[in-house]
């Protein structure tokens, strides 16, 4: 304080800051905190805190309203040691931002919620290290269970946390080298219904635009694609697939690829929700009518002329199955792995009925 002018100076702020800050950061209320404005015992605390018996309605309310006043929230790492579950497992994505996840995730979600258990998640994007990274931190968190969409295809990092009580299950991919609960849909048969629905409309020259090839999913869906045109018995020229990045500049080069020169295809299949919405773009660019049906939904596809064909997967069951199975785990039902694999479904809107435009 300037005593000649009676104002405030920089100094006297700066200290005044420094102990708001101190006051309200970091320094969290505890029991003996609760204990003192209650005039209790900590025992007394613990047993309000942790439901307990043995405490007069009188003396429960003074602790609660102290521990309201102080905005006190009990610490359960004592708890967890007690006990060695914490009431949370993890979500290893792929992309967060990637719509397939949305409703996958929200599903364990719902099903941790329903069995009182927190959940955290993270993004591995495609990266191997990273999805190890993120799925060993979240171990060392004392997560109860995983749930991991896999990037990399060596998952024998987690044996050591299986082993230790680690519940686990891979979903939408299965874990490499290892034997674990796996949740998937059906991608080579999705695939190839996609791609015989194509031919069954007329179609010969065929385009299979996809993920890395690496990737399971990816993988699978070619695999589909492959068995339908041998069904047919058409041979598959090497211009017709392409693997690789979903980016729209690898995508829509692919696509204005296998559109040009004397025999472009007459349609194509795309492999993920990613790969659809470019090669959209690219069609609408077109004159020429080239049917399209892509693996996996897309928000307002029906809304589209003409509207979008689909092997549509459901995300939702893939992310319930999982989580049900996780805690199945936990509850010490379930000891031998499984491969579940659940179905896909053709979803006929128009662009995958288009007939050969020659």
């Known amino acids: ?29 505890t029991m003996k905190d609760v204990a003192a404005r209650a005039g209790v015992g900590l025992k007394t605390v613990s047993r309000v805190v942790n439901g307990e018996p043995g405490v007069t309605p009188d003396t429960e309310r003074r602790v609660q309203d102290a521990i309201e006043a102080l905005g006190f929230r009990r610490n359960d790492s004592a708890r967890v040691l007690r006990k060695g579950r914490t009431a949370s497992i993890g979500l290893v994505l792929e992309d967060l931002a990637d719509p397939f996840y949305g409703p996958l995730s929200r599903a364990v979600e719902e099903v941790a919620r329903a069995h009182g258990a927190l959940l955290i998640n993270g993004s591995s994007a495609e990266d191997p290290d990273r999805e ?17 969409i896999p990037a990399g295809d060596d998952h024998r990092y987690l044996e ?8 686990t299950v891979f979903v939408d991919r299965p874990a490499g080298r290892i034997d674990a609960d796996v949740v998937l849909s059906d991608n080579y048969g999705g695939a190839r219904d996609g791609v015989a629905h194509l031919i069954a409309h007329g179609h010969r020259r065929i385009g ?17 694609y492959r068995a339908a045109m041998e069904d047919a018995g058409i041979p598959v020229a090497a211009s017709w697939m392409s693997l690789g990045v979903t980016d729209p500049v690898r995508v ?34 077109h004159t020429r009518r080239v049917a399209l049906v892509g693996f996996d939904d897309i928000e307002l596809a029906d809304l589209l002329q003409p509207g979008l064909t689909v092997v549509a997967q459901d995300a939702a069951a893939l992310g319930r199955t999982a989580a049900e199975r996780l805690f199945r785990q936990l509850d010490g039902t379930l000891v031998t792995p499984e491969r579940i694999e659940l179905p896909t479904r053709l979803v006929t809107r128009g662009s995958g009925e288009l007939p050969p435009a020659d």
Do not use: K, W
Not at 132 to 143: G, I, P, S
Not at 208 to 224: K, N, S, V, W, Y
């Open 160 to 167: 050591p946390e299986i082993r230790a009580g680690v519940a």
């Open 1 to 29: 304080m300037d005593h000649r002018t009676g104002h405030r100076t920089v100094a006297d702020a700066i200290r005044r800051a420094d102990g708001l800050t101190a006051a309200r950061y970091g320094n969290r209320p």
């Open 208 to 224: 299979f635009i996809g993920d890395m090839p690496r990737i399971h999913t990816a993988a699978e869906r070619l695999r589909g």
């Open 132 to 148: 190890q990274e993120l799925a060993l931190a979240l171990c060392a968190r004392r997560v109860d269970g995983l749930v991991v």
């Open 252 to 285: 829509r080069r692919a696509a204005e690829e296998m559109l040009s020169g004397p025999d472009p295809v007459t349609a194509i299949f795309a492999g993920n929700n990613r790969v659809t919405v470019t090669v959209v773009r690219v069609l609408a660019e």
